[in-house]
């Protein structure tokens, strides 16, 4: 018999599947979403575990882990899963669901609100502002300062933003996503 936990479990996989597009069960563990990923080094759960931990029910470890931000959606892991279990997508739902419930390390919350905030405003990152956000968000505002100047220096970070054309479209792109329930920048 299953308890409150265990439907509740269920209730958030079922979500989890349902906006990523996907279905853990087809996962039958052979390793090549984590043999091809190029950020599996540095997760503590490479993607065939994080997978795992789903199937488990282990739900609050999968998206507690640092591996959903380490992700870097290349879609290998996607891509070359024999299955056609889409692991990139569901990185991204536990990430968007790891935001709403606010279990994330508020460090993590807080690049991820910087970066989407650059993109939405330039159309690209801007490095120097990104890093000034975070770290103001953080409570560390002198932080990187000492590396600033020689970066701008050698060409490798610029003072002012650089902003690309279409920016409009990357606004449309937002607006959409907010329409839908996405969380604004």
């Not at 690049?111 to 989407?116: C, G, P, Q, T, W």
């Not at 933003?161 to 990357?170: M, W, Y």
Request: with cysteine; aromatic share 6%.
């Amino acid at each position: 018999m299953l308890t409150p936990t265990d439907h509740r479990q269920k209730a958030l996989i079922n979500k989890l599947e349902q906006e990523a597009g996907t279905s853990i069960n087809l996962c039958y563990q052979c390793g090549k979403c984590t043999a091809g990923c190029p950020a599996a080094f540095a997760m503590d759960y490479p993607p065939r575990q994080v997978i795992r931990m789903l199937q488990l029910g282990l739900t609050e470890m999968a998206l507690n882990s640092n591996s959903i931000w380490i992700c870097a959606s290349c879609e290998t892991c996607s891509s070359r899963c024999p299955r056609g279990v889409d692991i990139a997508s569901l990185m991204d739902t536990m990430r968007r669901e790891a935001l709403k419930r606010g279990t994330t390390d508020k460090k993590v919350a807080a690049f991820n609100k910087a970066f989407l905030s650059n993109v939405k405003n330039f159309g690209r990152t801007f490095e120097a502002g990104l890093l000034l956000q975070y770290n103001l968000t953080t409570g560390q505002p002198l932080k990187d300062l000492q590396l600033g100047l020689p970066m701008m220096q050698r060409g490798k970070a610029s003072p002012l933003p650089h902003k690309i054309k279409g920016r409009g479209e990357i606004k449309k792109i937002f607006e959409r996503v907010a329409q839908i329930g996405g969380e604004e920048p």
